[in-house]
């Protein structure tokens, strides 16, 4: 088969049509229509994967599928369709799950983070968060919990290419300043100032926007079970 629309009418796609149908709602048919008029077969093939995971999700936590409004899931679709990578293909799928779930607690800026991720920067991040919340003893991540500076380098095995930049700039993580001043001992107040050093040292920390980014990444079933751990 070589065009998106067999594709669509084929056994392949219809393992898959129930659940988006439920979660499309009334936007199924016209979801279904710009597939078969614009997408190419490996988009529908990625579409059906990201769809899978999702279904495989709310069966996990017990959850039936309600349906997402369009103002998420044709972005979580659109982008997901061009998403062969698993690690990023089953974020995009905890996205997919929790919107159909809680919507109010899925920012539509979440797309925009989450489409902005390489591979390798999206698997880093999960590094991270799992050696953070261990070191802290932590039954889930938190915001303003600080991480190490030498978390996106070498020293905490970042792949080559992945650095804070792009987490700070995705409002992901922030820099926390701490200032130490050291006053030297002097005979007078002048010579004091004069002799004053300043020392400027910083950690990272992760903002409330990343907690509920993940948490939306993870799927219903981590927010539940994050959320019981905390009663």
Not at 60 to 88: C, H
Not at 112 to 123: G, V
Not at 132 to 152: D, G, N, S
Request: hydrophobic share 40%; net charge negative.
């Amino acid at each position: 088969m070589s065009d998106a629309g067999d594709i669509l009418k084929s056994g392949l796609v219809d393992k898959a049509a129930d659940l988006l149908h439920k979660l499309a709602g009334p936007m199924f048919e016209e979801f279904g229509a710009m597939l078969a008029d614009k997408v190419r077969v490996y988009r529908v093939k990625n579409l059906i994967s990201t769809v899978k995971r999702t279904e495989r999700m709310l069966l996990d936590a017990g959850l039936l599928p309600n349906a997402v409004p369009p103002r998420l899931l044709l972005p979580i679709l659109e982008n997901s369709s061009v998403e062969d990578n698993e690690t990023l293909q089953e974020m995009w799928a905890g996205l997919l799950a929790t919107a159909s779930q809680r919507a109010d607690s899925v920012s539509p800026s979440f797309a925009e983070t989450l489409k902005q991720l390489t591979p390798d920067e999206a698997r880093h991040l999960e590094h991270v968060v799992g050696k953070t919340i261990e070191l802290y003893k932590k039954p889930r991540l938190t915001p303003e919990t600080q991480v190490t500076p030498y978390a996106f380098t070498e020293r905490w095995e970042a792949p080559p290419g992945v650095s804070s930049d792009t987490f700070e700039r995705l409002g992901l993580i922030r820099r926390d300043y701490d200032v130490d001043l050291r006053w030297p001992k002097s005979e007078s107040v002048e010579e004091a100032l004069d002799k004053l050093k300043t020392e400027v040292g910083y950690t990272f920390v992760f903002t409330k926007y990343a907690v509920r980014f993940l948490e939306a990444c993870h799927g219903p079933l981590f927010r539940k079970m994050g959320d019981s751990s905390q009663r």
